[in-house]
């Protein structure tokens, strides 16, 4: 008996992740955001920028950007339903408008395009995301210090 509820467990946690995973099933659909695209817009603040990625791992490997709004992808859809005030009280920021120009980052590119799946779901119509994650990211950002660009 305990085998089988140690199973049933297991299946709901599986059932669980998979559900959040489901969106990633058409990451080649999926809007995304170039390097230099993703810079220029965070210059000019045309870009919110949101890290889906949990906490530990901003502790582990570093932030994006200054200006990055943190929701682990779990919490998307609790996010995207609160009020604005309870959203900026939570996170720090003002909650994004419907017409904002939102891309989602994440580590390797993954839970990002999930992202962009329930925000389009939300109603986010411009939201994208950065495939390339913060790998790719390091590498655009080191290769512009070499060159003094930054």
Known sequence: MAKGKA?????????????????????????N??????????RDGSIV????????????????????INIPLDQLP?????SPEHFKVLYGYDLPELEDNIVFVCRSG????SAVEMAIEYGYEN???FPGG???WQKGKA???SSGDV
């Open 110 to 113: 993954e839970r990002s395009s």
């Open 143 to 145: 290769s512009l210090q």
């Open 78 to 82: 609790e996010a995207f339903n609160m």
């Open 33 to 42: 955001v170039e390097y230099d695209q993703l810079l220029s817009g965070l």
């Open 127 to 129: 939201a994208k995301h």
């Open 7 to 31: 199973l049933n467990k297991r299946m709901s946690n599986r059932c669980t992740l998979f559900n959040v995973k489901n969106y990633s099933q058409r990451t080649a659909d999926t809007p």
């Open 49 to 68: 920028l949101i890290d889906v990625r949990d906490a530990y791992e901003l502790d582990k490997f570093g932030r994006f950007y200054h200006n990055t």
């Open 134 to 136: 913060l790998s790719e």
